[in-house]
């Protein structure tokens, strides 16, 4: 396995126990985390700030189901269950693409489709 996909499964890891020193050690300091339809993030600062999302409590348990890499950029198929705030469970399925600068995550894209009754929808 690559130094790239290995630096973007032990990041996964980091928020599956929201570690944020491992989360932060996986990223460049100029990093840039854009979630389409949600928000847009520049720096390690303002990045520690949404690893937990104000709208969901406790760790995520993301799982990686595909990971595709070339020159320096991975993309990784995931699913990931959060609870809400209110208790209900968050389902979704995401696609996201890694940027990587010497072994560490410089820009991050997020595509994610939450599911509402099945796999696949």
Same mark, same amino acid.
């Given at each position: 396995?690559?130094?790239?996909?290995?630096?973007?499964? /032990?990041?996964?890891?980091?928020?599956?126990?929201?570690?944020?020193?491992?989360?932060?050690?996986?990223?460049?300091?100029?990093?840039?985390?854009?979630?389409?339809?949600?928000?847009?993030?520049?720096?390690?600062?303002?990045?520690?700030?949404?690893?937990?999302?104000?709208?969901?409590?406790?760790?995520?348990?993301?799982?990686?189901?595909?990971?595709?890499?070339?020159?320096?950029?991975?993309?990784?198929?995931?699913?990931?269950?959060? /609870? /809400?705030?209110?208790?209900?469970?968050?389902?979704?399925?995401?696609?996201?693409?890694?940027?990587?600068?010497?072994?560490?995550?410089?820009?991050?894209?997020?595509?994610?489709?939450?599911?509402?009754?099945?796999?696949?929808?």
């Amino acid at each position: 396995m690559s130094d790239n996909k290995k630096t973007v499964e /032990r990041y996964v890891d980091g928020f599956n126990k929201t570690d944020h020193a491992q989360i932060l050690s996986c990223l460049t300091d100029d990093i840039q985390w854009t979630n389409f339809g949600w928000y847009r993030i520049r720096g390690k600062e303002a990045y520690d700030q949404h690893i937990e999302g104000p709208e969901f409590t406790g760790s995520p348990k993301l799982v990686i189901t595909r990971m595709v890499e070339e020159d320096d950029v991975v993309m990784a198929e995931m699913t990931v269950e959060v /609870r /809400r705030k209110s208790g209900e469970l968050m389902r979704a399925a995401m696609g996201e693409v890694f940027v990587m600068r010497d072994s560490k995550i410089m820009e991050r894209r997020g595509y994610v489709i939450e599911l509402h009754h099945n796999d696949y929808m």
